[in-house]
């Protein structure tokens, strides 16, 4: 069984005031006000509501898992609020970053140990994460524009580093 099915991930359209809010989201501005805040914020609504709502599910229509990662440096339990691209049976997540210049520590932590798990809705799958290449992380790149256009925008921001695709399939 894959990890979407484990998880009973889905990705519903975003309504027209949703994608209306992907402008503000992908803005340079928006950016980087969204990723300084969005994730403390996020991570507040989550356990406040037993993991079932997120500010970018409801504002811009964006599915969102908690990838929970150990800190490469500290050994830290790290979680992470993402959009999860669905990738086949699994799942991928995209080091954007909302488009700023550094790379997102969740990469560093699942280069150091890929097992993680992922939450979504109450439930928690553990996972193991690698990284997608070639035509795969093509595939990827495309599936996510079409969830959220403002990854283009984060694309055309991101110039002096490659953007990480990790792929999470489900653990065993």
Known sequence: MGLIEQLGYKVRPANPLQRAMWHVTSSRPGAWLFAKTL????????????????????????????????????GQRREMPLLGVPAGANIAV???RYGQPKTP?????????????VAYRGKLVAVRAREAEGDERAAILARAREIYSGYE????????????????????
């Open 39 to 74: 994730h403390h914020l996020d991570k507040l609504l989550l356990r406040l509501t037993g993991g079932r709502v997120t500010i970018p599910e409801i504002f811009a229509g964006i599915p969102v898992i908690t990838l929970i990662t150990t800190g490469a440096r500290t």
């Open 94 to 96: 995209i080091g954007t």
């Open 105 to 117: 520590g969740w990469y560093f932590n699942l280069r150091a140990k890929p097992e993680a798990d």
């Open 153 to 172: 925008s984060y694309a055309r921001r991101i110039q002096d580093r490659p953007i990480h695709v990790m792929l999470l399939e489900a653990a065993g």
